[in-house]
Every structure is written in C-alpha cells, then in structure tokens.
C-alpha cells in the first residue's frame, strides 16, 4: 500500500512539473515588425525616407533580439540598433 501511495506522489508531482514547463514555453511576446523598426529609426533622421534605408537587418545582440538600421541621408550615415521587444533605441551613431 505504502508502495502505491509513493508511485502516485511522484506522478502527481511530475504531473505538476511537465505542466509548468509546458506553460512556460508557451508565453510568446509580442515583437515589433523589422517595418516598424525601420519607421522608428526614420523617425530619428528628419527628412529621410525609406529609400534612404540601406540595411535593416534583424540580429540578436547580447542575448537580445534587435533590429539593425542603417540611413544614409544627405552625405550622412545613420546607425540604430533597436529592441525587437519594445522598440527602444539601445544604440544610435
């Protein structure tokens, strides 16, 4: 009897543990898209348009996930990297 009751402890227990990882897998969040990315860094660069938009690649950057934009705009070049996650501008030159 003591034998049954310690085999469905660790059933129930390993129940609970697969359903918590498999809940923790499942969590997505949302990304922004590499075209707003794009629209956040022109917003930064008055004047330029998309054609001025000569790379914009997505990468992942100290364990983050980011946009890299760069605009060349009248004679100037204009590097972004961008949070996939929020949309923040981690590093501009």
Same mark, same amino acid.
């Given at each position: 009897?003591?034998?049954?009751?310690?085999? %469905?402890? +660790?059933?129930?227990?390993?129940?609970?543990?697969?359903?918590?990882?498999?809940?923790?897998?499942?969590?997505?969040?949302?990304?922004?898209?590499?075209?707003?990315?794009?629209?956040?860094?022109?917003?930064?660069?008055? #004047?330029? #348009? %998309? =054609?001025?938009?000569?790379?914009?690649?997505?990468?992942? =950057?100290?364990?983050? +996930? +980011?946009?890299?934009?760069?605009?060349? *705009?009248?004679? =100037?070049? *204009?590097?972004?990297?961008? &949070?996939? &996650?929020?949309?923040?501008?981690?590093?501009?030159?």
């Amino acid at each position: 009897m003591k034998k049954v009751l310690k085999v %469905t402890a +660790v059933l129930a227990m390993a129940a609970v543990v697969i359903m918590g990882l498999a809940a923790c897998g499942t969590e997505k969040t949302e990304e922004i898209t590499k075209d707003q990315a794009v629209q956040i860094a022109l917003n930064q660069v008055q #004047g330029a #348009g %998309t =054609s001025d938009v000569i790379r914009s690649d997505k990468t992942v =950057s100290d364990g983050n +996930v +980011v946009y890299d934009i760069t605009i060349i *705009y009248d004679g =100037s070049e *204009y590097d972004f990297e961008i &949070s996939a &996650s929020d949309g923040s501008i981690l590093e501009q030159d």
